[in-house]
């Protein structure tokens, strides 16, 4: 998650924050940054993504618009929520700011505890967003991190499941990017349709970024859930090809010298790490152990599973056992 930075109040007028707001960031004791000039509170936002900025509309005017309107134009600094703030319900102000980009209009129509309740909701929405995978809206590497260390501090046994596409690289040189997109998508429902069907909420998917995915599953359901995964794979995947490779069953692509070869179609790669046998300090250790697990199961022919079945040594071993 993001850490926590002061709330920027933007009013050229230089007025006081509102009470609901001075009230809200209170109980999370957050700083509040009063900041007149519209290219102060710009050059703020790119240098240090703030928690919150909000708007006074009623003395920003055009300026705050117009500011609101850059903050949301910008990818990098459109994820900071941003909430527009004034002393008078009107229909035609209240639209403005929506179509100016702004992720909440305040109004007197709503008593000082929804006020508040809608800056929570708003925040909220902003850190659920930033957590998830745009083009798959699973849990990003944030979320999977902290679905580690929820398991490591419960003291369960867990697997964690790194999941890679083979050969993803190649279809996207024969076919397209929007083709690309399309396989990552249906890996992104086969991966969590099979571990939201077999074990509801004790099974996690995640979505590092790419062709990447981890899965966070019991130990007991290793077998049935990775076999399921590849089952389903195999079978929808030939179905992303024309059908002339389809039937071939290969194509033939350039490798980086610019020599022709056989390409076969994509297969899935799954590498797996428990803590059945090994002892977690932090969740970047089992990170590296399940990269290390999904590199070894790339070595083997097709779709494969492999789960690390090593052992830390017992306190008074000399070495790691097999």
Known sequence: MRSRQAILFFSPAGRSVPDFVTTWVNGKGLPVDIVPQAAVVEQRV???LPTLVVIDADS?????????ARLKGDPYTAI???AAVTNRHATDIVRR??????????TPLFEPGEQAGR????VTRAERDVAVNPSTRLPGTTEIEREIRRRMELG???AVVYAYLDHFKEFNDRYSYYDGDRVIYLLSRILHDVVKGMLEKRGFVGHIGGDDFILVVPVESIGEVCSEVLEVFDALIPYQYNEQDRRAGYYFGKDRRGQLHRV??????IGVVTNQHRRFAHPAQVSELATEMKSYAKTQA?????VDRRHDPEPGEPGRGD
Request: charged residues 10%.
């Open 264 to 269: 076969p179609l994509m297969t899935l790669s």
């Open 97 to 106: 700011w929506f179509a100016a980009g702004a992720d909440e209009v305040i």
């Open 80 to 82: 900071v929520p941003l």
């Open 156 to 158: 369960v046994l867990f």
């Open 60 to 68: 920003a005017g055009a300026q705050g618009l117009e500011l609101c």
């Open 46 to 48: 790119l240098r240090a």
């Open 119 to 122: 800056l929570d909701a708003l």
């Open 302 to 306: 097709g779709s494969v599973f492999v």
